[in-house]
């Protein structure tokens, strides 16, 4: 079992930035892949970024060159850095956590891009 608690989102204006947690505990160690999705209203999820244990990443094509995901395995978490928000990333982003029992989601935290 591996829970997953995620912060940091929040309301910021079109251009801005938000940098997103999400921890790890339970059996954390077994964890081979984490990753950021995303819903938007009305939308499917859909894969904003992955980032394997040794560091190899995969980033949607909509959030390349404006998002960083970062990974400290010894804290057992993940960091998205957003940048140059848009209206369109507006949507509750969700924390995935990959093991070979199956895979875990955190609750979500709701980011909102508006003026």
């Known amino acids: 079992q591996v829970q997953l608690v995620e912060s940091g989102g929040g309301l910021v204006q079109p251009g801005g930035s938000l940098r997103l947690s999400c921890a790890a505990s339970?059996?954390?160690?077994?964890?081979?892949?984490m990753g950021w999705y995303r819903r938007a209203p009305g939308k499917q999820r859909e894969l904003v970024a992955t980032?394997?244990?040794?560091?190899?990443?995969n980033y949607a094509d909509s959030v390349k060159g404006r998002f960083t995901i970062s990974r400290d395995n010894a804290k057992n978490a993940i960091y998205l850095q957003m940048n140059s928000l848009k209206a369109e990333d507006t949507a509750v982003y969700y924390c995935?956590?990959?093991?070979?029992?199956?895979?875990?989601w955190g609750q979500g935290t709701q980011v909102t891009v508006s003026s």
């Open positions: 995935y956590a990959e093991l070979l029992a199956g895979g875990y």
């Open positions: 980032i394997t244990r040794g560091s190899t990443i």
């Open positions: 339970g059996s954390a160690f077994s964890i081979s892949v």
